[in-house]
């Protein structure tokens, strides 16, 4: 089978920059001191449990963290857990994201200066969550059944999760235009990044049979990435991995596209890649 590889795919800088920095803790500390990180480091269970394996240990709240250092993810993390995790006596790693960092302060301003901020995004996923930490009524809304009896304010200030989808954020903008308001700030927060693989990921799914996207199934860019890809090729799956490939799916296909989200490992692109070339 011949298999084409978008132009842009897998690790972002962000993520790049959230593994090495764990890769550094771990190799300093040597299993000498605990290394705990609130919530996965990235999306991607086979990074996650490598990582797990040379030490990390993975809580999902402050109260299971009692001595070592701690990581603060590439989603980032609200304000009251950063104070919790100090008043802890724990040592802090950052290594949040900087567009979402960029994405905090952006919010963080908006409010200050009268707006009333709406994240456009999904209200379960960290980033999102992170960014609501930073604020004192933030509205998240994700679809436009979201905004059904939500009394928006006579200034609105709109930003983004950063992984969402320029057509994504742009439709919800035209929703929220539709309301009431004196005054609208409206400030681009999406990952560019994001942006090239999806623009790629389209190019690619157009050409080929059969379209993979790799990554986590909980991977939100990942997830946008399938969603994208099978509006132009319904012949899209979405798959953490070679174990997860039916043979079936493939059998009468003779060009396969693969792309692969921001947080998933290049080995895992690489092996998926050998085995369907193979077939």
Known sequence: MKVL?????????????AIRTAEQVLAQTAGREPVSCLGPIIHNPTEVARLAQAGLRIVESVDQIEKGMVLIRSHG??????????????????????LVKRLQRIATSLEEDGYQVVIIGQPDHPEVQAVCGHLRRPIVVACKQDLAGVELGPKIGIVSQTTQTPQRFAAMVAVICEGRFTELKIVNTLCRESCKRQEAAVRLCKEVDIMFVLGGLDSANTRSLAELCRQHNPNTYHLEGIKDLDPRIIKGKSVAGVTAGASTPDAVIQQFVQ???RS
């Open 5 to 17: 590889v978008a132009e842009k795919c897998g690790f972002c800088p962000g993520v790049r920059s």
């Open 77 to 98: 993390a609200a304000p009251a857990q950063i104070e919790a995790l100090k008043s802890k006596g724990l040592r802090i790693i950052d290594a949040t994201c900087v």
């Open 275 to 277: 085995v369907l070339e």
